[in-house]
């Protein structure tokens, strides 16, 4: 059962986790990776590096978000900076209905 749960799980988060990265960059603005991890942490939202970086890669490649990188002046390491794109903007508010309608019949079938 435990390995079932895991699965299930993986499959659940990846998908709020691409609502709530499109969601925090279109309100916080470009963000590196960590800078993203730590501010959904203030959300008690935990993301794993090993589970974000892919799925920024993912959701970049379906042209949901832009990225450059940052390169400092003198020290320091370069830094890939996203960003919500064009296409990211205009499909966000769909994905927030349909959270927001599927967080909707939950409750009401909890109250049953």
Not at 48 to 56: A, F, Q, V
Not at 86 to 92: A, C, P
């Amino acid at each position: 059962m435990d390995d079932e749960y895991k699965k299930w799980l993986t499959q659940f988060r990846k998908g709020y986790i691409e609502l709530y990265t499109l969601l925090s960059l279109s309100k916080k603005g470009s963000m590196h990776g960590l800078a993203l991890i730590n501010f959904l942490k203030e959300f008690d939202l935990v993301i794993k590096e090993g589970t974000l970086y892919p799925l920024l890669n993912r959701m970049e490649q379906n042209g949901w978000l832009n990225s450059t990188w940052n390169i400092p002046d003198g020290k320091g390491h370069p830094k890939r900076v996203y960003e919500i794109s064009t296409k990211g903007k205009k499909i966000l508010p769909f994905l927030l209905e349909s959270y927001e309608a599927h967080e909707n019949s939950f409750s009401k079938l909890k109250e049953i």
